[in-house]
């Protein structure tokens, strides 16, 4: 929010757990910033798994800081 808010794009990674408390948790603030949601759970996953994982969502996630701010608030 405070990045958003000086006009730096941001956002956040997740796993699709969390999809529903992020939107709840933006609704509550007011805001909603760019995701990106991966696969869960995260925890047991090993080294490789993880690094699969990342690159799967990797341009996504670029995006996430190269794009405009969101101005959907």
């Known amino acids: 929010m405070d990045l958003e808010s000086r006009g730096l794009p941001s956002g956040f990674v997740a796993s699709e757990e969390f999809i529903e408390a992020a939107a709840a948790q933006g609704r509550s603030l007011g805001i909603h910033p760019k995701s ?12 490789a798994e993880m690094a ?18 969101n101005t959907d608030k």
Do not use: E, K, W, Y
Request: charged content about 20%; aromatic content about 4%.
């Open 36 to 47: 990106v949601f991966v696969a869960h759970p995260i925890q047991d996953r090993t080294d």
């Open 52 to 69: 699969a994982l990342a690159r799967g969502v990797i341009d996504a996630v670029i995006a996430l800081i190269c794009d405009q701010p």
